[in-house]
């Protein structure tokens, strides 16, 4: 069952292809297999024309490419035939098998989102059925993008919307509701009552969608507890900058980081807080650009992760640029705060995944990393954006092309990170980003000075059944660990 608000990316990135492959000293094309192109100059693109295209990066990129179907049907539709290839997971019998590969329509549908551009109010919600007899629904905000449509219209986290458009939701219109065909929806709110369930209120709110570029970075602050200073930072999505129409990315979002840490390393921070309780990934550069600025005793000899390719790809990148062309190192970064650190607390949930797991598997050769929250996702596989660098086929694939490791070789956390500490959120009343009371902010400050804070009240919560999360329709199913240099044929 598919859940979503409304996620219409724009604008497009004119590349063939985007991976980061450590080592490389250039950004140049290289083919792992005697690939030739199936378009032409001219004419109709078939389906079969793109079938052919997709079976031949597949065959060449695929971590899973000794798997492909020896004869796999190239009558079907482009997005059953990438499906009928995949390697997929079975809980059963094929636990190593593929949860994250994803192909679209639009290879410019797909770029832009990667970057964090899309057509949104700006909400990121879960969805609930409101009890156990699993009826009416309610979308209790996660969070709201700052500048967005929704934030002008004074929406924000915690607030709970149980009608749209003056529906009540149920289990069987809320899909239609939160994502019709038009971009203006009038949202109606509920309020929770003294015995934890929800009751609806008469107020409403009206969003109209528009494109708009995801800041990552959504807080940052800085708290002296019991002798600590503590650094706090809540980061939804490794994006490097924002995305322009040329097919650009600049560094703005890495920087405003950097500048956060040169903050953080002038004000004496000794505790850092990471909060990726709603970071799917992204750009693996900016978790390198991350890390770096995080790390105990780090510096740019020593390895933050490695990368394992299916053996064709391997000999091919090794064969052009040397040994270690599958390691990425740490960076120097001159406003790191490693130096005072001797760990590093992450708040984690069901929604953390991929370059969040990155950060946190990457960090524990060289600190503690204690888990504040629940088990994370279990994505310790990247992927490659491929497009056709003609423009002719319009499709774009997301393809999981290989598996991570740290500096220690530890690399199976399929299973996702089990938490150090347990804490769970409500389903709703939330409180906001930076609250001391906040709950799995509150423990980790608990974890760090001793102190719990004493507005820090329990919440009455009822059983409400989940259905799933705005999270899911980010950039394919949000899973994203990008890697980001141009090293692929143009096919």
Known sequence: MKVFHVWRPALLLAVSATVLLTGCKKNEDVSPGNLSSTTVATGVVTDTEVNEWILQNMQSYYFWNDKLPASPNKSLSPD?????????????SNTDGDRFSWIQPSAETLKASLSGQSKTTGLQYKLYYRDNTRTTVIASVLYVLPGSPAAKAGIKRGDIISKVNGQTLTGTNYSELLSGSSDT???????VA??????????????????????????????????????????????????????????????????????????????????????RGGYVSSAVNLASSIGKNVDASKVFYSQKWNPAASAAYAAKYGSNWNIQNFVNKSTSIGSNLSRVFVLTTSSTASASELIINGLRPFMTVTTIGTTTVGKNVGSITISDATGRIKWGMQPITFKSANAQGFTEYGNGF????????????????GDLSESMLSEAVFQIAGVRNARRVATLEIDRPFIGSSLDEKAGGGNMYISDKQLMPAH
């Open 80 to 92: 059953k035939f990438f499906a009928s290839l995949l390697n997929t997971y079975n809980a059963t």
């Open 185 to 191: 929806y009038t949202y109606g709110f509920a309020t």
């Open 194 to 279: 003294a015995n934890g369930s929800t009751v609806d209120t008469d107020q409403t709110k009206q969003v109209t969608a528009i494109v708009f570029q995801e800041d990552p970075v959504l807080l940052d602050s800085i708290y002296t507890i019991n002798g600590k200073t503590i650094g706090y930072v809540v980061y939804n999505q490794f994006i490097p900058g924002t995305y322009t129409s040329d097919g650009t990315t600049d560094k703005t979002y890495d920087l405003k980081l950097d500048n956060i840490f040169g903050k953080f390393k002038q004000k004496g921070v000794n505790e850092l807080v990471l909060d990726l309780r709603y970071n």
């Open 418 to 433: 089990v938490p150090s500490v347990e804490v769970k959120e409500p389903t709703v009343a939330m409180k906001p980003f």
